[in-house]
């Protein structure tokens, strides 16, 4: 495992919060601060980012491996927390390595976004068109890029706080670390990972995300009727408090 940046907060059972492709784990303070008060909460920069050693390869197998080393290095079984492209990963070592986790709690873009939402639905993740075009973007120009994903996905930023927030993201994955990644987990099977979850896995919705169609609830249950659906009013960012609820009942603090 490369040197990777790892911090640790608070103490009871363990929680690993793994990032999105292009999100700092540090906008992800709120529920880390929340969750640290009756857990100890783990964050890393993944390998090539932030403080992490810039050693590559950056592909999904090695970002498991990363995350295994981590989760078995402090303690397990482990809660995982997998924002975005994170939750893949989270799903990878639930499922290859099940007695390392108590389950996979995924509050922020659903891991079958892309299979549920459909070619005619108006979230990002569903329409090819536009799906197609954030891509093109992200090659072409970084900045425009994350612009468009931080803007539609954080409403309570305004102009300076996404101009803000897109300076940090930049600042802590490099343009080809980002890439690399995400042409990696736009060929993994997040469906197949998903059922093989089970019970195990939760998925967070709520209404604000633009990833996911409006009737993204019903055809996840759908798609994966053993895995815990939820709908909730705000997104981890804006209400951490609800995603640290849930997380603690998964973990077994709260009943």
């Given at each position: 495992?490369?040197?990777?940046?790892?911090?640790s907060r608070?103490?009871?059972?363990?929680?690993?919060?793994?990032?999105?492709?292009?999100?700092?784990?540090g906008?992800?303070?709120?529920?880390?601060?929340?969750?640290?008060?009756?857990?100890?909460?783990?964050?890393?920069?993944?390998?090539?980012?932030?403080?992490?050693?810039?050693?590559?390869?950056?592909?999904v197998a090695?970002?498991?491996?990363?995350?295994?080393?981590?989760?078995?290095?402090?303690?397990?079984?482990?809660?995982?927390?997998?924002?975005?492209?994170?939750?893949?990963?989270?799903?990878h070592?639930l499922?290859?390595?099940?007695?390392?986790?108590?389950a996979?709690?995924?509050?922020?873009?659903?891991?079958?976004?892309?299979a549920?939402?459909?070619?005619?639905?108006?979230?990002?993740?569903?329409?090819?068109?536009?799906?197609?075009?954030?891509?093109?973007?992200?090659?072409?120009?970084?900045?425009?890029?994350?612009h468009?994903?931080?803007?539609?996905?954080?409403?309570?930023?305004?102009?300076?706080?996404?101009?803000?927030?897109?300076?940090?993201?930049?600042?802590?994955?490099?343009?080809?670390?980002?890439?690399?990644r995400?042409?990696?987990?736009?060929?993994?099977?997040?469906?197949?990972?998903?059922?093989?979850?089970?019970?195990?896995?939760t998925?967070?919705?709520?209404?604000s995300?633009?990833?996911?169609?409006?009737?993204?609830?019903?055809?996840?249950?759908?798609?994966?009727?053993?895995?815990?659906?939820l709908?909730?009013?705000?997104?981890?960012?804006?209400?951490?408090?609800i995603?640290?609820?849930?997380?603690?009942?998964?973990?077994?603090?709260?009943?």
């Amino acid at each position: 495992m490369a040197a990777l940046h790892v911090e640790s907060r608070g103490e009871g059972p363990l929680v690993v919060l793994s990032p999105g492709l292009w999100s700092p784990p540090g906008v992800f303070a709120g529920l880390v601060d929340d969750l640290a008060a009756d857990h100890r909460v783990v964050t890393y920069d993944q390998r090539g980012t932030g403080r992490s050693q810039p050693e590559g390869p950056y592909d999904v197998a090695t970002d498991v491996a990363d995350l295994e080393g981590i989760v078995a290095s402090h303690g397990p079984p482990a809660t995982l927390v997998g924002a975005g492209a994170g939750s893949t990963f989270c799903l990878h070592v639930l499922v290859e390595h099940p007695e390392l986790v108590t389950a996979v709690v995924c509050p922020s873009g659903s891991p079958v976004n892309r299979a549920v939402g459909g070619e005619d639905s108006d979230s990002f993740a569903g329409s090819r068109g536009v799906f197609d075009l954030l891509n093109e973007l992200a090659v072409r120009d970084y900045r425009a890029f994350l612009h468009s994903i931080v803007a539609s996905t954080n409403p309570q930023l305004d102009e300076a706080g996404v101009t803000a927030r897109v300076a940090a993201v930049v600042d802590h994955s490099p343009h080809e670390v980002t890439l690399a990644r995400l042409r990696a987990w736009l060929r993994d099977d997040a469906v197949a990972l998903s059922l093989a979850a089970r019970d195990r896995l939760t998925i967070v919705l709520y209404g604000s995300d633009p990833w996911a169609s409006p009737d993204a609830a019903e055809a996840t249950r759908a798609l994966l009727p053993e895995a815990e659906v939820l709908e909730v009013e705000d997104g981890p960012l804006s209400r951490p408090d609800i995603s640290a609820a849930i997380v603690r009942r998964r973990s077994g603090v709260a009943a």
